[in-house]
Nanobody
Framework: QLQLVESGGGLVQPGGSLRLSCEFSGLTVDYFAIAWYRQAPGKEREGVSCISARAITTNYADSVRGRFTISRDMAKTTVYLEMNSLTPEDTALYYC????????????????????WGQGTQVTVSS
């Protein structure tokens, strides 16, 4: 059974940066696509970014492209989301998700592709 644990959330001022981590255990995730989703109070869950199996490609929501960067470490047991130029609109509970998908392209448009989810880490952007 694959387990995902997110960390790195917190309170940051507008314009600041955070790096979220998603650590995996229980299964090898080389052929899993990994995604970050977020959900703000009163809003629908939003796909933020994803990285394909073997880290071949990445994908970003328009709202974060150019500010956020997703990456996988060499041992492929942790995925990171580097978040820069944060705004209050980025405030949300951020979830890491994984789904078996050996294709070189990932997407966050269909959350049902991801059948393993973490508990989430809170990101609050406020002055």
């Amino acid at each position: 059974q694959l387990q995902l644990v997110e960390s790195g959330g917190g309170l940051v001022q507008p314009g600041g940066s955070l790096r979220l981590s998603c650590e995996f255990s229980g299964l090898t995730v080389d052929y899993f696509a990994i995604a970050w989703y977020r959900q703000a109070p009163g809003k629908e869950r939003e796909g933020v970014s994803c990285i394909s199996a073997r880290a071949i490609t990445t994908n970003y929501a328009d709202s974060v492209r150019g500010r956020f960067t997703i990456s996988r470490d060499m041992a492929k047991t942790t995925v990171y989301l580097e978040m820069n130029s944060l705004t209050p609109e980025d405030t949300a509970l951020y979830y890491c998700a994984a789904g078996w998908d050996p294709s070189p392209i990932c997407t966050t448009e269909d959350a049902q592709r991801y059948n393993y989810w973490g508990q989430g880490t809170q990101v609050t952007v406020s002055s």
